[in-house]
């Protein structure tokens, strides 16, 4: 499939970089849309672990990487992370590429982010991550943006930056937020220049000639369908479109450039935060107190610990009829070793109807009871199985019932944050 696009279908963490990674080995290109150093993927190869924001993920098995115009960029997070990657022997030099149309995230985004944030009444906080990427969005939408292109034109620089940066601090300012020092943030954003100058490129002709090319293009989402701006659960959500509908205005590659759509999916569910955000499957304490201990279920970017629940096959239905899904990658289902029952969830009930759909409205989203199909839970440890036969028969029949509950099939079974920790059930 020359054009493959991996995104998340739950609330973010569902082990993306790794199916990234275990699918990149085929990859020409590997191409972030979205997003921006808000997403943080964890992906483990061998003794080392490497943490990516903003470089696809596809990079580390030698895959061309491209932020595409869709990303709002923070230079400073991408200079430590090409840092990093050099230094643990990645190959980067003249493989890493960015969009002159991407959105930059200026210095005063971050603290206006923060406070804005803090303005907000405890229900409503967003619990944003604070680096600037909504405010970096919102500026896009209000012409108020500054682009990388706009950063390499010394003209338009002299007339927008001093600008823009003063806009910020106006907004700063009336929030009662510290404001920005200007000179000192025209200078930052002028140390960019230099080594972004090399890296940037027109990123959609780039990929249009690869795919017209028969280059194998891997997209990578972050983020997930879940906090999708407009799918998600608003304003309990991130500032982009994070499915299948973010790829052609985040690239520049046609619509119906995407051969194959892959949603990752955690065998249970997770959501950051320890409050912010309707959560209907929530497990029982005892439960999601083993799962967030044994699923290291702690934010790559945030340190905060993760909400743990139970498979929603509500949820991740609205996915998968939304985005098209051609396949799912089911991840860390090894977690859920030794618990008994295994619930899905099927459907939602509220004020005693059963839910067609998943519901926009919030307060409905709060006071929904899912309706739980209970499966024998498997035991011993699945980590070290590659054959589907090996599987144990109780593990393959949740699987099934997952498949069945969501009506698309699972493809890929991930045992193990490991790449080699991977059972293809199905062919592609
Ligand atoms: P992402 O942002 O979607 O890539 O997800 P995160 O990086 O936040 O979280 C996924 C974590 O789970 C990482 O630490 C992975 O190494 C790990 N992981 C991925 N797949 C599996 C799996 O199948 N089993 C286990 N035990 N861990 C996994």
Same mark, same amino acid.
């Given at each position: ?24 080995h ?68 003249g ?27 405890d ?47 106006v ?43 028969d ?100 949820a ?20 859920? !070793? ?5 619930? *899905?969830?099927? @459907?939602?009930?509220? /004020?005693? #109807?059963? %839910?067609?759909?998943? +519901? ?13 199909e ?6 011993g440890a ?5 054959e ?6 109780? !593990? ?5 019932? *997952?498949?069945? @509950?969501?009506?698309? /099939?699972? #493809?890929? %079974?991930?045992?193990g +944050? ?11």
């Amino acid at each position: 499939m020359p054009v493959t696009c991996v995104f998340g279908a739950q609330w973010g963490d569902e082990g993306k970089g790794k199916i990234v990674d275990f699918l990149s080995h085929d990859a020409d290109y590997a191409v972030r849309f979205q997003g921006g150093a808000n997403a943080g993927h964890t992906i483990r190869i061998g003794d080392e672990t490497f943490a990516q924001r903003l470089t696809p993920s596809g990079v580390l098995a030698g895959a061309i990487g491209v932020i595409a115009n869709g990303v709002v960029l923070d230079p400073n997070v991408l200079q430590r992370e090409l840092e990093t990657l050099r230094s643990k022997g990645i190959d980067i030099d003249g493989r890493v590429f960015v969009s002159d149309r991407a959105h930059l995230v200026l210095p005063f985004h971050g603290p206006l982010d923060r406070a804005l944030d803090a303005s907000r009444s405890d229900r409503w906080r967003n619990n944003t991550t604070g680096r600037g990427i909504s405010t970096c969005m919102g500026d896009k939408h209000l012409y108020e943006g500054f682009r990388v292109a706009d950063l390499l034109n010394a003209r338009v620089r002299e007339e927008r930056l001093r600008y823009l940066l003063e806009r910020g601090n106006v907004r700063l300012r009336s929030l009662g937020a510290e404001e920005i020092v200007i000179d000192e943030a025209v200078a930052e954003v002028e140390s960019w220049i230099d080594w972004l100058r090399p890296l940037t490129t027109d990123t959609t002709r780039l990929l249009q000639d690869a795919r017209a090319a028969d280059k194998r293009i891997l997209i990578e989402g972050a983020q997930a369908a879940l906090l999708d701006v407009d799918f998600g659960t608003y304003p309990f959500v991130t500032s982009s479109s994070t499915g299948l509908n973010g790829v052609a205005s985040g690239t520049g590659l046609p619509p119906r450039a995407i051969d194959n759509a892959i949603a990752v999916a955690k065998a249970y569910v997770t959501r950051v935060g320890s409050d912010a955000g309707p959560f209907p499957t929530a497990a029982e304490p005892d439960v999601a107190a083993v799962l967030q201990e044994r699923g290291r279920e702690f934010g790559t970017v945030t340190g905060r610990p993760r909400r743990c629940g139970w498979f929603d096959a509500v949820a991740m239905g609205h996915v998968c009829r939304l985005n098209g899904v051609d396949s799912v990658a089911l991840t860390k289902i090894d977690i859920l !070793a030794d618990i008994d029952p295994l619930r *899905i969830c099927v @459907a939602y009930e509220c /004020d005693g #109807q059963r %839910l067609d759909g998943f +519901p926009a409205d919030i307060d409905t989203l709060q006071r929904c009871r899912p309706v739980y199909e209970d499966l024998p839970g498997f035991s011993g440890a699945l980590s070290g199985i590659r054959e589907p036969a090996d599987l144990p028969a109780r !593990a393959r029949e949740y699987v099934e019932a *997952i498949e069945k @509950a969501i009506g698309t /099939d699972v #493809q890929l %079974l991930s045992v193990g +944050p490991e790449r080699t920790e991977t059972i293809t059930l199905r062919a592609s």
